[in-house]
């Protein structure tokens, strides 16, 4: 396991899924994005909810799922 200094796991898979999203690779963006959710929703939420590296793949059903999901937990 590779550790960033001034890093977590949690940052790198959602930074990891902006990146995906942006290049519209949108299954392995949304597979990022959960595993940061899942981490610490409670930051990753509200970043990803308003964050506009997600812009092509808000409207999509399974990131919408994803977000109830984390309100539902939450």
Known sequence: QIQVPGTSIASLCYNRACFQALQGNIEQAIAYLEQSLKIDHNKYLEMSQKDSDF?????????????????IAN
């Open 55 to 71: 812009d092509n793949i808000r409207g999509r059903k399974v990131f919408q799922e994803i977000m109830e999901s984390c309100l």
